[in-house]
């Protein structure tokens, strides 16, 4: 309470000594006076005193709510004593305030150094092929995908620092699948392995990939994962709408901690975005051998032998088909059903005309009762006007004129909206 509010009510008060003391010497119009004075000035007192309990202290926030005040003394105290901050706090990353562009430069600085460039050489030393590869443990184990091997007699790696190293042989490959594992020979300061996220990413899950299209290392594409699909023999591929291009193939997809969650593996150049990854799930059951030279490489068939784009086109298109004849099968099975529907409440208000031309009422209006139900299934709101007025019809007769009354309004609500189908 400030100093103004509290000499306010003590002079009231003293006010209402003063006349009370003085009450008996005065005449006949004084005390009518004071009998008028001395409640007001209680009230006064009253309210002066509701106002200043209910109102915060001090003049700096006499016209801020309580709860913007205790923010601002949260604020203050601090300030005064401000606490320690982690580095990353206490210095952020240049270009913080690009949100999710910063977020895809955090990932490509993070994993950047574990991606390289994959060559593949006949045996007179020929470059046959290119595409992409990633560290997968400290020895200098790398995945790919096994079409950028086939048919290499050897085959190095480029880093992202320029230095190449040679391919020593294959450890494990899963031609089904599309994936390979090979050893390098690369000193251990060079490697930087890469996590292996085991299981399925989310639809709509942002991912990141860094690859080398047309052999442009390093280069780096973000978008979402768009789809799972299912190919036959229970295999699987992810579809992302991060860009892919030749020579990307093996690129690892990471999500945005820097889980890998697939290999970059086809695309479909005649579509816009439709570009396929293995799920890393499949990495993870590549189990590392003694080991056999390149030129040993499985030639069994894939699901990407051959032209990848072409199968992966095929496939695509046999789940498309597959998808589509679902889909038309349900609205065939909806289609029925609703059909038989309508013919059921056809069936209803023919059985509540009769019992109309019987004067039956009450009988009617059960029957309209039970189309009304099957309208509104089908959410056929004219057939559900067309029930309800005849309901308020069948009271009028029954000589319900005051519940006949209620189902016309009904009626002529429904009718307002001017949607629906035809009434049965």
Partial sequence: MDLFTQISIIVTLILIVVANLYYSKLGLRGRMILRTILPLLAFLVTIQALYAYSRPNGAADKNQPVAVKKSIEASRSTEAAPQERTPLE???????????????????????????????????????GIGTGFFVSSGGNVVTNHHV???????????SSGRVYPVRHVLAEDPENDLIMVSVEVPPYEVQPLSIRPSMPAIGERVVVIGSPMGLDQTVS???????????????????????????????VVNMKGDV???ASALMANGQNLNFGIPSERVSSLSPGNGYPLAQISRAGSPFAGNPEEEMKRRVEEVRKKAEEDRSRIVEERRRIRERMVNEANDLVQQAGHHMSFSRWLDAFYSYEKALQVCRQLDDVRGMAFCVENMGVAMEKYGRLDIAREYYQQAAALRSQRIGTASP
Avoid: F
């Avoid at 091997?149 to 880093?159: E, F, K, N, P, S």
């Avoid at 789809?227 to 030749?246: M, N, W």
């Fill in 90 to 128: 206490a210095a952020p990353a240049s270009g913080a305030a690009g949100g999710s562009a910063q977020d895809v430069s955090t990932i490509y600085r993070q994993i950047g150094p574990s991606v390289v460039v994959v060559q593949r050489y006949d045996e007179n030393r020929h470059k046959t």
């Fill in 261 to 263: 969650v697939a290999v």
């Fill in 222 to 252: 973000d978008g979402i994962v768009s789809a799972v699909r299912e190919l036959q023999g229970a295999r699987k591929v992810i579809q992302i709408t991060a860009p892919i291009s030749t020579g990307s193939s093996g690129s690892p």
């Fill in 149 to 159: 091997l086939r048919g290499a007699v050897t085959a190095d790696i480029r880093l």
